[in-house]
């Protein structure tokens, strides 16, 4: 079976500890060279990869052996090097957030459309055998008619960042924790739910001396008429969990515990095996197939899109104190 050529960007840390792996896991992908920016990086990897490092972006994305690029980059460049990639008909994979604005996301979409190439999202959190259980059961009837979803995802991250980390700074990391970590709830409920009309959010501060906020509350309402709540912070012990709540049941999925609960129309629980999986490597074995078969990704350039504009609006509301709509 022939394999899709790729590169990795971006070794500094979820790159090197999850994308590398799950590369190799993916089992259609074949690595072909691997690019960081910062020197260090490379060094220490380099007697780790049998491939040969590439100096430089530029050098990455004019290799004629790489059919696609896996970006694992700090958000803020996630724009200028995924419309680079594409116009040197490069295909894309970058992680969530697809970008920090709404701007920045479809200057990225309209590069790959433009170019004819794949662009895949890492919104992972949807893949897992939880969220695909609730989504099925939802379809089933199993909770009656949906009223309201909540999720949480926090960790204490927030405490390790310094002033030489992007996290830091609030014109690249907007959002502070919801554009870490809430986005990827933003996705799920999308997912779950259908597509959002309006936001109002609150934003704060607590204890870090960086820019960005660290306590994220928001609350969306969607265009069925559902009403959603996602809470985040990047100061306190890691917690997500999502929860959708029916007229004739509700349904709890923590992530962390890998744990699924129906409670039905009388609270009693009815606890539900859940299988783990490599979420990296199921979305990278994606991005595969879309190289070498031309399908769709799941999470491509719109539905990334749509997790912006919430959080977008999310910050905006946070702003101004008013309802945003989407």
Same mark, same amino acid.
């Given at each position: 079976m022939r394999k899709a050529s790729v590169a990795l960007v971006g070794l500094g840390g979820w790159g090197a500890t999850q994308s590398l792996p799950a590369i190799a896991e993916a089992g259609n992908l074949e690595l072909v060279t691997w690019y960081d920016a910062n020197p260090e990086t490379v060094e220490r990897h380099r007697e780790q990869i049998p491939v040969t490092p590439a100096g430089s972006f530029d050098e990455v994305v004019g290799n004629p052996e790489v059919e696609g690029v896996i970006l694992v980059v700090?958000?803020?460049?996630?724009?200028?090097?995924?419309?680079?990639?594409?116009?040197?008909?490069?295909?894309?994979?970058?992680?969530?957030?697809?970008?920090?604005?709404?701007?920045?996301?479809?200057?990225?979409?309209?590069?790959?459309?433009?170019?004819?190439?794949?662009?895949?999202?890492?919104?992972?959190?949807?893949?897992?055998?939880?969220?695909?259980?609730?989504?099925?059961?939802?379809?089933?009837?199993?909770?009656?008619?949906?009223?309201?979803?909540?999720?949480?995802?926090?960790? %204490?991250?927030?405490?390790?960042?310094?002033?030489?980390a992007w996290r830091w700074y609030n014109d690249k990391c907007?959002?502070?924790?919801?554009?870490?970590?809430?986005?990827?709830?933003?996705?799920?409920?999308?997912?779950?739910?259908?597509?959002?009309?309006?936001?109002?959010?609150?934003?704060? %501060?607590?204890?870090?001396?960086?820019?960005?906020?660290?306590?994220?509350?928001?609350?969306?309402?969607? %265009?069925?008429?559902?009403?959603?709540?996602?809470?985040?912070?990047?100061?306190?012990?890691?917690?997500?969990?999502?929860?959708?709540?029916?007229?004739?049941?509700?349904?709890?999925?923590?992530?962390?515990?890998?744990?699924?609960?129906?409670?039905?129309?009388?609270?009693?629980p009815e606890d539900m095996p859940v299988e783990s999986t490599n979420l990296i490597a199921d979305e990278l074995r994606e991005f595969g197939e879309c190289i070498l078969t031309g399908k769709r990704p799941e999470t491509g350039g719109a539905e990334a899109r749509a997790a912006v504009a919430v959080m977008e609006a999310a910050i905006e509301s946070a702003r101004t104190g008013k309802t945003v709509k989407i």
């Open positions: 700090p958000n803020h460049v996630h724009a200028s090097l995924t419309v680079q990639a594409a116009g040197c008909g490069k295909h894309v994979w970058v992680e969530k957030p697809i970008a920090n604005t709404l701007a920045e996301a479809d200057s990225m979409i309209q590069a790959c459309e433009d170019a004819g190439v794949i662009l895949q999202v890492g919104h992972s959190l949807r893949r897992t055998q939880g969220m695909r259980r609730i989504k099925q059961m939802i379809q089933d009837g199993k909770v009656g008619e949906v009223a309201s979803v909540e999720a949480h995802q926090s960790h %204490k991250g927030g405490w390790t960042v310094t002033p030489e907007p959002g502070g924790p919801l554009n870490l970590l809430g986005i990827h709830q933003i996705d799920n409920m999308h997912y779950l739910i259908g597509p959002s009309a309006e936001v109002t959010a609150m934003m704060g %501060k607590k204890c870090l001396p960086c820019e960005t906020d660290e306590i994220s509350q928001v609350l969306i309402r969607f %265009k069925n008429g559902v009403l959603g709540q996602i809470g985040d912070t990047y100061i306190t012990p890691a917690k997500t969990f999502i929860a959708v709540y029916g007229t004739a049941g509700w349904l709890e999925f923590d992530f962390l515990r890998g744990r699924l609960t129906y409670f039905d129309t009388d609270g009693k």
